[in-house]
T-cell receptor
Framework: DQQVKQNSPSLSVQEGRISILNCDYT??????FLWYKKYPAEGPTFLIS?????DKNEDGRFTVFLNKSAKHLSLHIVPSQPGDSAVYFC???????????FGTGTSLTVIP | ETGVTQSPTHLIKTRGQQVTLRCSSQ?????VSWYQQALGQGPQFIFQ???????GRGNFPPRFSGLQFPNYSSELNVNALELDDSALYLC????????????FGQGTRLTVV
């Protein structure tokens, strides 16, 4: 039972353009949302997060949007750079627990 | 500031054997969580240790066990290894037992043959 879904396994974007990565979740009890980035042979690196009381959080080129009614989370990267090429995981935390539920990841390729 | 380190980085074991994976948490962090990442999947929560006590467990059988030491480093033990245990095992450290940003180690790639 996959509670967090990233329906696009891969995404290719031209350098300088916007990358949009999407994540859907099923449980309305989730109240903290994160994005992690993973390079091969490395562990996931925290990128940006948002709590359920907000609908947008911005950090430099990265913006996370939360649509609670649609149970949808997205990460925007503008402008995309070749160094952004990696696998991106969304992760969610329920308000009653401490474990992360991860999506299956989206492999982003930024083409120079 | 010391990051999260895991050892070993790679390991090959035979079905039925036992394995111990180790994790040193980031300086100042008192919580360690373990995740299993199978190929093509997202990490799956195994369990969490907070101040040396188990503080939550995912849907993994009892042959997956753990320990946290007074310095907050941690071990993951897996008994009676099965082929499906082949995966990347990730350790994450954080401050506080609740859900917060966690910092991951590079992982241990376990192959069971």
């Amino acid at each position: 039972d996959q509670q967090v879904k990233q329906n696009s396994p891969s995404l290719s974007v031209q350098e300088g353009r916007i990358s949009i990565l999407n994540c859907d979740y099923t449980n309305s009890m989730f109240d903290y949302f994160l994005w992690y980035k993973k390079y091969p042979a490395e562990g996931p690196t925290f990128l940006i997060s948002i709590s359920s009381i907000k609908d947008k959080n911005e950090d430099g080129r990265f913006t996370v949007f939360l649509n609670k009614s649609a149970k949808h989370l997205s990460l925007h990267i503008v402008p995309s750079q070749p160094g952004d090429s990696a696998v991106y995981f969304c992760a969610v935390i329920p308000n009653t627990g401490n474990q992360f539920y991860f999506g299956t990841g989206t492999s982003l390729t930024v083409i120079p | 500031e010391t990051g999260v380190t895991q050892s070993p980085t790679h390991l090959i074991k035979t079905r039925g054997q036992q394995v111990t994976l180790r994790c040193s948490s980031q300086s100042g962090h008192n919580t360690v969580s373990w995740y299993q990442q199978a190929l093509g999947q997202g990490p799956q929560f195994i369990f969490q240790y907070y101040r040396e006590e188990e503080n939550g467990r995912g849907n993994f059988p009892p042959r997956f066990s753990g320990l946290q030491f007074p310095n907050y480093s941690s071990e993951l033990n897996v008994n009676a290894l099965e082929l499906d245990d082949s995966a990347l095992y990730l350790c994450a450290s954080s401050l506080g037992g609740g859900g917060t940003e966690a910092f991951f180690g590079q992982g241990t790639r376990l192959t069971v043959v």
